[in-house]
């Protein structure tokens, strides 16, 4: 069994913005996946980190990333 937290971030980008904030997400440390999606959010990406407060960190990132309008943090079981 693996000691890594596991968390899927749903984001709300400014109109037009997703595929800009993807690029940006995959260059933020502990993400291992960045897509858009269609629906009610834009984007979402995967994150993968030891600790909870390395999670934090990443997840502070992701939120500081300009375009972005919304999160959601879904963390894994």
């Known amino acids: ?5 596991v968390a899927y971030v749903l984001i ?5 913005k997703e595929h800009e904030v993807v690029q940006q997400l ?3 440390e502990g993400i291992t996946l960045a897509q858009t999606v269609y629906g ?10 030891n600790t909870l ?3 934090d960190l990443s997840i502070t990132k992701v939120r500081k990333i300009q375009s972005i ?3 959601m943090t879904l963390i894994a079981g």
């Open 69 to 71: 309008i919304r999160t």
């Open 1 to 5: 069994m693996s000691n890594q937290v």
């Open 53 to 55: 407060t390395t999670l």
């Open 26 to 28: 995959l260059e933020i």
């Open 12 to 16: 709300v980008t400014d109109v037009g």
């Open 40 to 49: 009610e959010f834009d984007a979402i990406c995967k994150l993968e980190c």
